[in-house]
């Protein structure tokens, strides 16, 4: 069972919004950079956001930047993505990672540099 799991996706039109949430159930929590990928049909899957332990520092993809907002509650073991004013190009799997090394300010873009994955919630945007 994954120590992450994803909620939040669905179906939305353009122009509206959703929000993602991940619960992380193993380790501390509290200590982790933890980051939002997404991997649309036919592509690799991509860096979109990145938040560092204290949630002082965040990090987007351009593609998203002023649109969607990365958040964490670290009392509940819980990251955030509000996705704001979606497009069709938002489609994909959305996934939440953590890069567990305690206490890092350095957010990672590479999917490789992260240690524990969700299993997914779809994103589907209807033009």
């Known amino acids: 069972q994954s120590q992450l799991v994803e909620s939040g996706g669905g179906l939305v039109q353009a122009g509206g919004s959703l929000r993602l949430a991940c619960t992380f159930s193993e380790g501390v929590f509290s200590q982790y950079i933890m980051g939002w990928f997404r991997q649309a049909p036919g592509k690799e899957r991509e860096f979109v956001a990145g938040?560092?332990?204290?949630?002082?520092?965040?990090n987007y993809a351009d593609a998203v930047k002023g649109r969607f907002a990365i958040s964490r509650d670290n009392a509940k073991n819980t990251v955030f993505l509000q996705m704001n004013s979606l497009k069709a190009e938002d489609t994909a799997v959305y996934y939440c990672?953590?890069?567990?090394?305690?206490?890092?300010?350095?957010?990672?873009?590479?999917?490789?540099?992260?240690?524990?994955w969700g299993q997914g919630t779809q994103v589907t945007v209807s033009s």
């Open positions: 990672a953590a890069d567990k090394r305690s206490y890092s300010i350095n957010i990672r873009l590479k999917e490789e540099e992260y240690d524990a």
């Open positions: 938040i560092t332990w204290s949630g002082r520092t965040t």
